[in-house]
């Protein structure tokens, strides 16, 4: 499989491997689920490929679309998202990128 054109699909070889389709998105809406037991406020830290997948279960979007974004604007290192909750749903709420 073509890893730049379907890099939702595409699994790293060897053993414990996922793709960000299935693995990657699965683990982060597992998380999201359980935002409600973790109090008012959440801190997380994490690499590129797990920032599309919180984004799409997040924003509720596909994560193609989220791919097809990264591929005209990469996620930048060290850059904050900050998203709030209402009425059930999250909202971004502002977002910092680094100054350099």
């Known amino acids: 499989m073509d890893r730049q054109t379907r ?12 793709s960000l389709a299935v693995g990657v998105l699965r ?6 689920e ?3 037991q973790r109090g008012p ?3 997380a830290m994490t690499h590129h490929t797990a920032i599309l997948a919180l ?9 193609t679309e989220l791919v097809d974004e990264a591929r005209v604007r990469k996620t930048l290192n060290a850059g904050v998202l900050v ?10 709420f502002s977002a910092a990128e ?3």
């Open 98 to 100: 680094p100054d350099c």
């Open 41 to 43: 406020a959440v801190v």
């Open 55 to 63: 984004r799409s279960v997040l924003e509720r979007r596909p994560v």
């Open 83 to 92: 998203y709030e909750r209402r009425s059930g749903r999250f909202h971004q």
């Open 27 to 32: 683990r982060a809406t597992a998380f999201v």
């Open 34 to 36: 359980g935002l409600d």
């Open 7 to 18: 890099k939702h699909l595409w699994t790293p070889p060897g053993a414990g491997g996922e």
